[in-house]
Protein backbone atom coordinates (compact mmCIF):
# COMPACT_ATOMS: atom_id res chain seq x y z
CA UNK A 1 0.00 0.00 0.00
CA UNK A 2 1.50 3.29 -1.07
CA UNK A 3 0.24 6.79 0.24
CA UNK A 4 0.07 9.90 -2.28
CA UNK A 5 2.25 12.68 -1.39
CA UNK A 6 1.37 16.38 -1.57
CA UNK A 7 2.30 18.79 -4.79
CA UNK A 8 2.68 22.48 -4.30
CA UNK A 9 2.03 25.27 -6.80
CA UNK A 10 3.31 29.03 -6.27
CA UNK A 11 0.86 31.88 -4.86
CA UNK A 12 -0.53 29.52 -2.44
CA UNK A 13 -1.80 26.94 -4.36
CA UNK A 14 -1.53 23.17 -2.62
CA UNK A 15 -2.21 19.83 -3.98
CA UNK A 16 -2.48 17.43 -1.61
CA UNK A 17 -3.16 13.61 -1.68
CA UNK A 18 -4.18 11.17 1.25
CA UNK A 19 -5.28 8.00 1.30
CA UNK A 20 -4.58 4.30 -0.04
CA UNK A 21 -4.11 3.76 -3.52
CA UNK A 22 -7.12 2.41 -5.13
CA UNK A 23 -7.28 -0.94 -7.17
CA UNK A 24 -9.68 -1.25 -10.18
CA UNK A 25 -11.12 -4.86 -10.63
CA UNK A 26 -11.08 -5.75 -14.37
CA UNK A 27 -14.56 -5.68 -15.38
CA UNK A 28 -16.54 -7.73 -18.40
CA UNK A 29 -16.43 -6.56 -21.24
CA UNK A 30 -14.01 -3.96 -20.16
CA UNK A 31 -10.56 -3.68 -22.07
CA UNK A 32 -7.68 -4.25 -19.80
CA UNK A 33 -5.95 -0.83 -21.03
CA UNK A 34 -9.47 0.87 -19.93
CA UNK A 35 -9.07 -0.51 -16.44
CA UNK A 36 -5.51 0.62 -16.30
CA UNK A 37 -6.80 4.31 -17.41
CA UNK A 38 -9.25 3.86 -14.90
CA UNK A 39 -7.21 3.18 -12.35
CA UNK A 40 -4.86 6.08 -12.88
CA UNK A 41 -7.73 8.48 -12.43
CA UNK A 42 -8.99 7.35 -9.26
CA UNK A 43 -5.66 7.31 -7.83
CA UNK A 44 -4.21 10.69 -9.76
CA UNK A 45 -3.91 13.48 -6.56
CA UNK A 46 -4.33 16.16 -9.02
CA UNK A 47 -7.60 14.64 -10.55
CA UNK A 48 -8.93 13.94 -6.78
CA UNK A 49 -8.06 17.71 -6.10
CA UNK A 50 -9.87 19.36 -9.19
CA UNK A 51 -12.70 17.67 -7.68
CA UNK A 52 -12.27 18.63 -4.40
CA UNK A 53 -11.62 22.40 -5.31
CA UNK A 54 -14.74 22.56 -7.82
CA UNK A 55 -12.18 22.64 -10.97
CA UNK A 56 -13.25 21.12 -14.37
CA UNK A 57 -10.01 19.14 -15.00
CA UNK A 58 -6.73 18.26 -13.74
CA UNK A 59 -5.42 20.57 -16.48
CA UNK A 60 -6.64 23.38 -14.70
CA UNK A 61 -3.31 22.96 -12.28
CA UNK A 62 -1.18 23.06 -15.39
CA UNK A 63 -1.89 26.73 -16.54
CA UNK A 64 -1.79 27.44 -12.81
CA UNK A 65 1.57 25.87 -12.61
CA UNK A 66 2.37 28.08 -15.81
CA UNK A 67 1.20 31.02 -14.21
CA UNK A 68 2.77 31.09 -11.29
CA UNK A 69 6.18 30.28 -12.53
CA UNK A 70 6.10 32.88 -16.05
CA UNK A 71 3.27 35.71 -14.84
CA UNK A 72 1.14 36.38 -17.63
CA UNK A 73 -2.53 36.21 -16.24
CA UNK A 74 -2.96 39.33 -14.49
CA UNK A 75 -5.94 41.29 -13.77
CA UNK A 76 -7.40 43.20 -16.58
CA UNK A 77 -5.83 40.88 -19.49
CA UNK A 78 -7.31 40.07 -22.25
CA UNK A 79 -7.20 36.22 -23.01
CA UNK A 80 -8.30 33.49 -25.71
CA UNK A 81 -8.82 30.19 -24.87
CA UNK A 82 -8.39 27.65 -27.24
CA UNK A 83 -9.33 24.22 -27.09
CA UNK A 84 -10.76 24.90 -24.33
CA UNK A 85 -13.94 21.95 -23.46
CA UNK A 86 -14.53 21.12 -20.40
CA UNK A 87 -13.31 24.90 -19.24
CA UNK A 88 -10.90 24.04 -16.56
CA UNK A 89 -8.03 26.12 -18.19
CA UNK A 90 -10.79 29.06 -19.03
CA UNK A 91 -11.94 28.74 -15.20
CA UNK A 92 -8.32 29.80 -13.60
CA UNK A 93 -7.68 32.47 -16.87
CA UNK A 94 -11.48 34.23 -15.75
CA UNK A 95 -10.27 34.08 -11.85
CA UNK A 96 -6.70 35.35 -12.52
CA UNK A 97 -7.13 38.05 -14.87
CA UNK A 98 -10.88 39.45 -12.72
CA UNK A 99 -13.19 38.67 -15.74
CA UNK A 100 -15.57 37.62 -13.25
CA UNK A 101 -15.06 41.17 -11.60
CA UNK A 102 -15.64 42.97 -15.06
CA UNK A 103 -11.76 43.45 -15.36
CA UNK A 104 -10.12 41.68 -17.74
CA UNK A 105 -11.59 39.57 -20.53
CA UNK A 106 -12.15 35.63 -21.67
CA UNK A 107 -12.65 34.03 -25.27
CA UNK A 108 -13.13 30.60 -24.60
CA UNK A 109 -13.28 28.51 -27.76
CA UNK A 110 -13.42 24.68 -28.61
CA UNK A 111 -15.51 22.01 -30.47
CA UNK A 112 -17.34 20.55 -28.48
CA UNK A 113 -19.94 22.02 -26.38
CA UNK A 114 -18.67 22.84 -22.50
CA UNK A 115 -20.43 24.23 -19.89
CA UNK A 116 -20.69 28.35 -19.15
CA UNK A 117 -17.77 29.63 -17.02
CA UNK A 118 -19.60 33.02 -15.29
CA UNK A 119 -17.29 36.23 -16.49
CA UNK A 120 -16.66 34.22 -19.79
CA UNK A 121 -17.94 34.14 -23.65
CA UNK A 122 -17.80 30.59 -25.12
CA UNK A 123 -18.02 29.64 -28.63
CA UNK A 124 -18.59 26.19 -29.56
CA UNK A 125 -16.91 25.95 -33.35
CA UNK A 126 -14.00 23.85 -35.00
CA UNK A 127 -11.19 26.42 -34.32
CA UNK A 128 -9.95 24.99 -37.87
CA UNK A 129 -12.59 26.05 -40.14
CA UNK A 130 -11.84 29.34 -41.93
CA UNK A 131 -14.55 31.81 -40.48
CA UNK A 132 -13.45 30.91 -36.86
CA UNK A 133 -10.65 33.45 -36.43
CA UNK A 134 -13.25 35.89 -37.54
CA UNK A 135 -15.83 35.16 -35.04
CA UNK A 136 -13.05 34.77 -32.17
CA UNK A 137 -11.71 38.51 -33.27
CA UNK A 138 -15.61 40.02 -33.19
CA UNK A 139 -16.52 38.25 -29.42
CA UNK A 140 -12.72 39.79 -28.29
CA UNK A 141 -13.55 43.08 -29.67
CA UNK A 142 -9.88 44.47 -29.55
CA UNK A 143 -6.28 43.37 -28.96
CA UNK A 144 -5.50 40.13 -26.80
CA UNK A 145 -2.86 40.31 -24.19
CA UNK A 146 -2.39 36.67 -23.96
CA UNK A 147 -3.40 33.75 -26.70
CA UNK A 148 -3.72 29.75 -24.94
CA UNK A 149 -3.78 26.57 -26.53
CA UNK A 150 -4.22 24.05 -25.01
CA UNK A 151 -5.54 22.22 -28.19
CA UNK A 152 -4.90 18.60 -29.34
CA UNK A 153 -6.39 16.29 -31.26
CA UNK A 154 -7.26 12.65 -30.41
CA UNK A 155 -4.35 10.50 -30.05
CA UNK A 156 -3.76 7.39 -32.64
CA UNK A 157 -1.36 5.69 -30.61
CA UNK A 158 1.33 6.25 -33.72
CA UNK A 159 3.63 8.56 -31.86
CA UNK A 160 4.86 10.49 -34.91
CA UNK A 161 1.63 11.04 -36.36
CA UNK A 162 0.32 12.65 -32.96
CA UNK A 163 3.62 14.73 -33.08
CA UNK A 164 2.53 16.46 -36.34
CA UNK A 165 -0.78 16.66 -35.88
CA UNK A 166 0.30 18.94 -32.36
CA UNK A 167 2.69 20.87 -34.11
CA UNK A 168 -0.18 21.88 -36.97
CA UNK A 169 -2.37 23.15 -34.28
CA UNK A 170 0.30 24.96 -32.61
CA UNK A 171 1.36 26.01 -36.03
CA UNK A 172 -2.47 27.60 -36.48
CA UNK A 173 -2.36 28.97 -33.15
CA UNK A 174 0.58 31.12 -33.54
CA UNK A 175 -0.59 32.42 -36.89
CA UNK A 176 -4.16 33.55 -35.44
CA UNK A 177 -1.92 34.89 -32.19
CA UNK A 178 0.05 37.09 -34.50
CA UNK A 179 -2.96 38.24 -35.83
CA UNK A 180 -4.60 39.43 -32.32
CA UNK A 181 -1.88 40.44 -29.89
CA UNK A 182 -1.10 43.34 -28.80
CA UNK A 183 2.51 44.26 -28.66
CA UNK A 184 4.30 42.90 -25.67
CA UNK A 185 1.59 39.92 -25.40
CA UNK A 186 1.98 36.21 -24.70
CA UNK A 187 1.81 32.98 -26.42
CA UNK A 188 1.10 29.80 -24.37
CA UNK A 189 0.69 26.32 -26.40
CA UNK A 190 0.86 22.83 -26.08
CA UNK A 191 3.91 21.42 -27.87
CA UNK A 192 5.51 17.24 -28.60
CA UNK A 193 8.78 17.12 -28.72
CA UNK A 194 9.76 14.94 -31.92
CA UNK A 195 11.77 17.27 -34.16
CA UNK A 196 9.32 18.49 -36.19
CA UNK A 197 8.70 21.56 -34.05
CA UNK A 198 11.76 23.35 -34.32
CA UNK A 199 10.65 25.46 -37.38
CA UNK A 200 7.78 26.55 -35.20
CA UNK A 201 10.42 27.29 -32.25
CA UNK A 202 12.53 29.66 -34.91
CA UNK A 203 9.31 31.84 -35.87
CA UNK A 204 8.22 31.74 -31.96
CA UNK A 205 11.97 33.98 -31.39
CA UNK A 206 11.63 35.60 -34.14
CA UNK A 207 7.89 37.23 -32.96
CA UNK A 208 8.84 37.31 -29.87
CA UNK A 209 11.51 38.70 -27.34
CA UNK A 210 11.64 35.75 -25.09
CA UNK A 211 10.51 32.21 -25.55
CA UNK A 212 11.16 29.36 -23.20
CA UNK A 213 9.91 25.87 -22.49
CA UNK A 214 8.29 24.10 -19.18
CA UNK A 215 6.73 20.98 -17.99
CA UNK A 216 4.11 22.10 -15.07
CA UNK A 217 4.21 19.25 -12.68
CA UNK A 218 0.64 18.66 -13.40
CA UNK A 219 1.78 17.32 -16.58
CA UNK A 220 2.02 13.10 -16.35
CA UNK A 221 5.69 12.43 -16.44
CA UNK A 222 5.16 9.75 -18.93
CA UNK A 223 3.43 12.38 -21.28
CA UNK A 224 5.42 13.73 -23.95
CA UNK A 225 3.92 17.04 -23.88
CA UNK A 226 5.77 19.93 -22.82
CA UNK A 227 4.54 23.84 -23.12
CA UNK A 228 5.91 26.76 -25.09
CA UNK A 229 5.81 30.71 -23.50
CA UNK A 230 6.58 33.42 -25.55
CA UNK A 231 6.02 36.37 -24.45
CA UNK A 232 7.29 39.86 -25.41
CA UNK A 233 5.23 40.15 -29.48
CA UNK A 234 7.19 42.41 -31.22
CA UNK A 235 4.35 43.62 -33.01
CA UNK A 236 2.16 42.19 -36.08
CA UNK A 237 4.75 42.60 -39.31
CA UNK A 238 7.59 43.33 -37.00
CA UNK A 239 8.95 39.45 -37.06
CA UNK A 240 9.65 39.37 -40.18
Known amino acids: MTRDRGHRTGRGTKVVGRGLTRRVKTAKGRKLSSTRWLQRQL ?29 FLAPGKRVVDLGAAPGGWTLVAVQRVKADKGRGRVIALDANPMEPVAGATVLCRDF ?4 T ?12 DVVLSDMAMPAT ?26 PGGVFVAKMLKGGTEHAVLADLKRLFTRV ?10 ESAETYVIAQGFRGKGRGD
Open 43 to 71: NDVYVREAGRQGLRSRAAFKLMELDDRFH
Open 133 to 144: PAALRAALDGPA
Open 157 to 182: GHAGTDHLRITALCEAALAFATEVLA
Open 212 to 221: RHAKPPASRA
Open 128 to 131: LDAA
